[in-house]
Every structure is written in structure tokens, then in C-alpha cells.
């Protein structure tokens, strides 16, 4: 009777401390490898959510632009104080032509921003945008600056035979990660008319 108890004794062993360190060693090492992992994965995912946002902002802009150039009847870029100002002005309607103003102001303020705002008159886009105030003025883009070889957003010359060419050269992170996306883009107007117009009379 003794022995038989004495062998049920010996043979309910567990773990040995030993192996209980061995199994959380490796267990440590294996959380380590996937949390590394989903870390990655996690910083990729930001990186390429900024990147496609600023991507998409840039490439709104360009079309903005270049769209009402293309059907300009005159336009205005001009230097201010923080920026710039480019003026389009353009003629439509149906029954009656009208002239509309568009504009896009860029400033450096505030890390770089695009702003864009439509009026009737020159004297509406006169009142800039500050401090978070629009306006009237639309927050395009957030996070923009340009080229250091070129140091100006837009660019613009006049050819011989009057046509306006304006370029844009610009980077643009809007989620501020780091890794801003590089837009580049030029077009050119119809034949400008520079008579007089209520978009230019300031």
C-alpha cells in the first residue's frame, strides 16, 4: 500500500520553473514580432491616408485652376503681403452674358493655405482672409508651400500673340505626416482680352 502511493506521488508532476520561463520567453518574443507588425502595418496605413489625401487636394486645386484659365477672358496674378493673388475673369450665361470673378489667394500664413472665393465685383475679393475668418473665402487646401527652386505657388507669362500661361508648382500635406506629394502642373488661356472688366477695377 505505501508503494503504490508513493508512485502516485512521483508521477503527478507540472511545469518546472525552468520550463515556465522557457514558454514565456518565447511567448514574449512572439508578441514582440506581432506587435512590430501591426505597427508597421499601422504607420503605413497613415502614411498612405496622407498621401492620398494630399493627393487629392493638390489635384483639386490644379483642375480649379486651370479650368477657369482655359475659359478666362483676363486674368491678374499679383504678389501680397503673405502670398499671392490670382484673378480669372470670365464671360457666361445663357440669355445675358455676365462676367463672373474668381480667385484663388495663397498665403503663407499658418503653415500654407489656398483659399478660393467667387464674386461679382474686384472690391469682394479685396478683404482677405485672416485668423481663421473667411470672408467669403473658401478653405481649399491646408499644409501647401512651394517649390524651393521655383518659391512661388503660381507663375504666369504672357506669349507674344497675348495668351496667358500659368503654372502651378506646389507641395501639399494636409495631414501634416511628413510626406508631402509634389504637384506640377501648367495651362494656358484662350487669347486674353485686357480691356477693362469689374473683376480688375481696384
Known amino acids: 500500500m505505501a508503494q503504490s502511493r508513493s508512485a502516485q506521488v512521483t508521477s503527478d508532476g507540472g511545469f518546472t520553473l525552468v520550463e ?20 508597421s502595418t499601422l504607420t503605413a496605413e497613415k502614411d498612405i491616408v496622407s498621401r492620398s ?3 487629392t487636394a493638390g489635384q483639386s486645386v ?18 501680397t503681403d503673405t502670398g499671392q493673388l490670382l484673378v480669372v475673369s470670365s464671360v457666361g450665361g445663357a440669355a445675358v452674358l455676365a462676367t463672373s470673378c474668381e480667385a484663388w489667394y495663397y498665403t503663407d500664413v499658418d503653415g500654407g493655405a489656398l483659399y478660393f472665393k467667387r464674386a461679382d465685383l474686384a472690391a469682394d475679393l479685396l478683404e482677405k482672409p485672416s485668423a481663421g475668418v473667411g470672408n467669403g473665402w473658401i478653405l481649399l487646401v491646408q499644409g501647401m508651400e ?8 503660381f507663375t504666369d507669362s504672357i506669349s507674344a500673340a497675348g495668351t496667358a500661361t500659368v503654372s502651378l508648382s506646389f507641395t501639399a500635406d494636409v495631414v501634416n505626416q511628413g510626406s ?6 501648367t495651362t494656358t488661356s484662350r487669347e486674353v482680352s ?9
Not at 490644379?62 to 504678389?79: E, F, G, K, T
Not at 512651394?146 to 505657388?153: I, K, M, N, S, T
Open 194 to 202: 485686357w480691356g477693362p472688366t469689374t473683376c480688375f477695377e481696384s
Open 62 to 79: 490644379a483642375q480649379s485652376v486651370h479650368s477657369a484659365v482655359r475659359n478666362s477672358a483676363r486674368l491678374l496674378l499679383s504678389p
Open 20 to 39: 515556465l520561463l522557457v514558454y514565456v520567453a518565447f511567448a514574449v518574443i512572439v508578441l514582440t514580432l506581432v506587435g512590430g507588425m501591426l505597427i
Open 180 to 185: 508631402p506629394i509634389v504637384i506640377e502642373s
Open 53 to 55: 489625401e494630399s493627393t
Open 146 to 153: 512651394p517649390l524651393a527652386y521655383v518659391d512661388e505657388v
